[in-house]
């Protein structure tokens, strides 16, 4: 059973506007054995950086509502656990929205429900679950019909694995990198929530200049030659996003790039692993 509870100590984002993301409990909070507040987990500097950026835009205009909306998600059903998981989050200064508690076999269920754009773990599994949505329905034949394939696409979900990396990434900036095939060969029509997240993504960007900007991304081809990676480049641009950073690797080792990027998440082929 899903139950979603919302934080009344955080103002509610626009939810018709707002860039909702919604991050595993366990990638936020570490269980720990000793007092009342569970310690912060490899998502704790993602999570710095995207408060950085609201903050940012509401100094700006003090009427913006294109936020990040965040949601903390559980898989494992804790719901008895919700008093001392609302106490962490206020505790460590997070701006957390809502709270949903799941259990592994319907947490993808309470992202749909909440209009969730992208799911972040650092759980292998968790990641596949929510992706596997976005992979059916990009697999189904021409033969099935544009009818039944928009259909099936609308509820689909980006997912991304957070890893080890994520720690060392940056508090003030959120660095996002784009790398790989399933990013850049979808179909010309993207799914509407694809579409969304992309669109809006490149607006936020869009609020800052090109200098000092608290959000920052980049884009990586690990394979192929000048043709594949302007390619990429383009269809990014047809989606409303504009890379600060493109990298064309042509089949060198992404290690060195990543160390010195740093991104908090690679939505694309292998996470952040090397």
Do not use: Y
């Not at 399933?182 to 936020?204: C, E, H, K, V, Y």
């Amino acid at each position: 059973m899903v139950s979603t509870v919302a934080n009344v100590d955080v103002k509610q984002k626009d939810a018709e506007q707002a860039l909702v993301v919604a991050i595993s409990c366990s990638a936020v909070l570490e269980d720990t054995d000793d007092g009342e507040v569970h310690g912060v987990g490899v998502a704790f500097p993602l999570l710095q950086a995207v408060q950085n950026v609201n903050r940012r835009l509401v100094a700006a205009n003090s009427a913006e509502s294109l936020l990040f909306d965040v949601l903390l998600v559980t898989t494992d059903g804790r719901r008895q656990q919700s008093a001392r998981i609302v106490s962490s989050t206020k505790h460590h200064g997070l701006e957390v929205s809502r709270f949903c508690f799941s259990g592994r076999e319907d947490f993808v269920e309470s992202l749909l429900e909440n209009r969730v754009q992208l799911f972040l773990s650092a759980e292998p599994e968790e990641a596949s679950q929510a992706w596997q949505r976005v992979q059916g329905v990009t697999r189904l034949s021409p033969e099935d019909g544009w009818d039944r394939l928009e259909h099936a696409c609308d509820p689909c979900v980006l997912s991304a694995l957070l890893g080890r990396q994520t720690w060392s990434s940056s508090s003030e900036q959120l660095r996002v990198l784009l790398c790989g095939g399933d990013i850049f060969t979808t179909p010309a029509n993207p799914t509407p929530a694809a579409q969304r997240f992309w669109s809006q993504l490149g607006a936020m960007r869009g609020r800052f200049g090109v200098l000092d900007s608290p959000v920052s991304v980049s884009v990586l081809t690990a394979h192929g030659g000048r043709q594949s990676f302007g390619d990429a480049l383009a269809t990014l641009r047809s989606r409303g996003l504009k890379a600060d950073e493109a990298h064309c690797l042509a089949g060198a080792p992404r290690g060195p790039i990543l160390d010195l990027l740093r991104p908090h998440f690679l939505l694309g082929d292998g996470g952040l692993e090397r």
